[in-house]
């Protein structure tokens, strides 16, 4: 494990509707098995691999530990005018999709996202209610095991 902040997310979960998810290691954990092609950015769809699971799933992913885990979302402004999206909670600055990145971003809290600005776009919408749905049904069967 080593996203973004792994280290220093000691942040608990403020919602018990993804039964199992504790804390945001636990979080990465779960969505490792369940990011996919049609959970990623439809720019990125071509280059996404099991191996490379995070790509494009910042701002689906960052809403999420939101709802979770409560803070801010944030972005590191990209080259192609794009944000990459990070979270910010009681102090604690982490980023569980930093992994698809191969050089280090700028994690400074200048830019706060909002998601009625990113899911103005429907497809992203669309995108972060599967993965919503998946993460709660991996836990469930998580917890049936």
């Known amino acids: 494990m080593s996203f973004y902040g792994y280290k220093d997310c000691d942040v608990s ?3 018990d509707e993804y039964c199992g998810i504790r804390d945001p290691k636990d979080l990465y954990d779960s ?8 959970t990623c950015a439809p720019r990125m769809r071509d280059r996404w691999t099991k191996e490379n699971p995070s790509l494009g799933q910042c701002s689906i992913t960052a809403f999420l530990v939101q709802d979770i885990f409560g803070g801010k979302v944030y ?3 990209l080259n192609d005018g794009n944000y990459h999206c990070f979270n910010v909670v009681d ?3 982490f980023d569980i999709t930093s ?12 830019y ?3 998601r009625e600005i990113h899911f103005s776009k429907a497809e992203k919408k669309e995108r972060y209610e599967i993965l919503k749905r ?12």
């Open 112 to 114: 706060e996202q909002f």
């Open 13 to 15: 979960a403020i919602c």
């Open 75 to 77: 972005g590191v402004p």
């Open 134 to 145: 998946r993460l709660k049904e991996y836990c469930e069967k998580k917890r049936a095991v």
């Open 99 to 110: 992994e698809q990145f191969d050089h280090e971003l700028n994690y400074t809290l200048e």
């Open 91 to 93: 102090g604690h600055v």
């Open 31 to 38: 969505l490792k098995e369940i990011w996919s092609a049609d």
